[in-house]
């Protein structure tokens, strides 16, 4: 499966953006989906993921409440709503596969990667 990520751009503090993930290929259903996010000199950091039927989902307690993660898999997408957003929420957001069976928050277990799309939050 190969991952195009987009919606990433520039907003306020306390806007929303909504950010997509289209997958190609026939077997998106297969795999547990993942959004992380990194910025300059850090490390990536996991921010929510969802099972393979949208049936579990899991966040960073930085954006829990804030924002949501769901999937289409009749249009091979999974999307990431992030609302209220923060200036600590700019960075480059990453889309990522698993075939694995659970929803996890690791990134080393992720084997397909996006190409990132940036966010930036404006105080």
């Known amino acids: 499966v190969q991952l195009q990520a987009s919606g990433g751009g520039l907003v306020q503090a306390g806007d929303s953006l909504r950010l997509s993930c289209t997958a190609s290929?026939?077997?998106?259903?297969?795999?547990?989906m993942g959004w992380f996010r990194q910025t300059p000199g850090k490390e990536r950091e996991f921010v929510a993921t969802?099972?393979?039927?949208?049936?579990?989902?899991y966040y960073a307690g930085s954006v829990k409440g804030r924002f949501t993660i769901s999937r289409d898999n009749a249009k091979n997408t999974v999307y990431l709503q992030m609302n209220s957003l923060k200036p600590e929420d700019t960075a480059v957001y990453y889309c990522?596969?698993?075939?694995?069976?659970?929803?996890?928050?690791?990134?080393?277990?992720?084997?397909?990667w996006g190409q990132g799309t940036l966010v930036t939050v404006s105080s």
């Open positions: 969802i099972s393979w039927d949208g049936g579990s989902t």
């Open positions: 990522a596969a698993d075939l694995g069976l659970n929803p996890r928050s690791m990134p080393s277990v992720y084997a397909t």
């Open positions: 290929g026939r077997t998106f259903s297969s795999y547990v």
